[in-house]
């Protein structure tokens, strides 16, 4: 009897000593690694709010920096109209840029939000699993409890089989409820893998849309030093065109007070253009094509002139009155249409010969009498529409602007 207690003491206690060692063993290591992971995802956690946060400050001083150039840029200007356009184009272009901006900040700030989700989902799983280690600390203990009563058992010799089998029975349940417990342990650790690679996928994706806001970001550096180059262009543009407007209005009183005719007028029109109306009874003799020597000398004074601006073109335009041209006059200009265009012909010839002025800005257009400013029907209307016009024409890149607007950008 009591040959076959001491075997049975040492029989169970081997099996049980083994079986504590193998299940407990593996768990220790198990903990032990999902420790050092949840570790591993706080020092992630902290890196990437830093990186947010370090984003965010950036993003701020970028906008910043945007809305005051474009206060400085929402001013009214008078520029050319290639520049109005570009300045307008770029300008659209920022927009675009502010709008792809805003949608990429937003699909970071969901991006850090369902990032924060998984990493709280990440903390739950954690607690359940250290839940469970004191769930299988618990039953530790209990299985040793469980093991003094069986020596204890043993030792008294005197415990029946009846017990003995009720003790294996508990011994069994309990074995049972730790298998289950590392089993749970096991489905908390796979739910903590698939978490981790969610967390991973969501990082990539933010590191994706991080270099998306790098660019969106380079690209709105770039368009605001392109407006900011505009606009000075702008400003530079405006500066020469009003010093180009007080220089032609010191020459156009040097040139009244010089030529002191009322046949002789100066006036600036819209779109940048000047116009000197001159009467054709002081240049040319009536039906003649020929300058008379006083037309010579105004001309020669409205030369000096136009000399001022030799940016400009220089339109010539000659117009006559109503009456028909006849007797041998018909043969050298059958119709009015010759006179005019040959009077505006002869006028850009002197300002080429005699004032020296460039030919390639010279143009001349013949209207014959079908542009009067006066009736026809007395002499001295008459005399009012045979005129030479001379028309100072706007630069190509100075057309104004002062209606442009520019967008709105909320």
Not at 358 to 368: F, M, N
């Amino acid at each position: 009897m009591l040959t076959g207690a001491v075997i049975y003491r040492v029989t169970v206690g081997a099996l049980v000593a083994s079986t504590t060692m193998t299940g407990w063993t593996a768990y220790y290591f198990e903990v032990d690694a999902a420790r050092q992971h949840r570790q591993k995802s706080a020092v992630m956690e902290t890196q990437l709010t830093r990186q947010i946060t370090a984003l965010q400050r950036r993003y701020d001083t970028i906008a910043q920096a945007r809305d005051a150039r474009q206060k400085a840029a929402s001013e009214p200007d008078n520029a050319g109209s290639r520049t109005e356009t570009e300045l307008v184009t770029r300008l659209a272009e920022r927009d675009d840029l502010n709008s792809r901006l805003g949608t990429a900040r937003t699909e970071q700030t969901r991006i850090a939000e369902e990032l924060q989700a998984m990493l709280r989902e990440r903390d739950r799983l954690v607690a359940q699993l250290d839940s469970a280690k004191g769930a299988q600390s618990d039953l530790r203990a209990e299985l040793k409890a469980n093991k003094r009563r069986i020596s204890a058992a043993v030792a008294e010799l005197e415990g029946s089989q009846q017990q003995r089998a009720s003790l294996r029975k508990r011994q069994q349940h309990l074995r049972a409820r730790l298998d289950a417990a590392i089993e749970n342990q096991s489905e908390l650790r796979a739910r903590l893998q698939a978490t981790k690679e969610r967390i991973d996928a969501k990082q990539s994706e933010l590191r994706a849309a991080k270099q998306t806001l790098g660019k969106l970001q380079s690209d709105l550096t770039d368009a605001t030093g392109r407006i900011a180059r505009l606009t000075a262009a702008v400003a530079r543009a405006r500066q020469a065109r009003q010093q180009e407007i007080e220089r032609f209005e010191q020459l156009k009183s040097a040139l009244e007070n010089k030529l002191r005719s009322q046949e002789i007028t100066i006036e600036r029109l819209r779109n940048d253009r000047t116009l000197i109306r001159v009467g054709g009874d002081i240049l040319f003799n009536l039906g003649s094509a020929e300058l008379k020597p006083n037309g010579a000398e105004a001309l020669r004074l409205i030369a000096e002139a136009l000399n001022e601006f030799p940016g400009r073109q220089i339109s010539l335009e000659g117009h006559t009155d109503s009456l028909t041209i006849g007797g041998a006059l018909s043969e050298i200009y059958p119709s009015n249409w010759e006179l005019s265009a040959a009077r505006a012909a002869r006028a850009a010839r002197f300002l080429q010969t005699e004032a020296g002025i460039d030919p390639r800005r010279l143009r001349v257009v013949g209207y014959s009498e079908y542009r009067p400013v006066a009736s026809n029907d007395e002499p001295a209307q008459q005399a009012r529409n045979r005129r030479i016009e001379i028309m100072l024409l706007p630069r190509a890149n100075n057309v104004s602007v002062e209606q442009a607007e520019l967008p709105h950008t909320p």
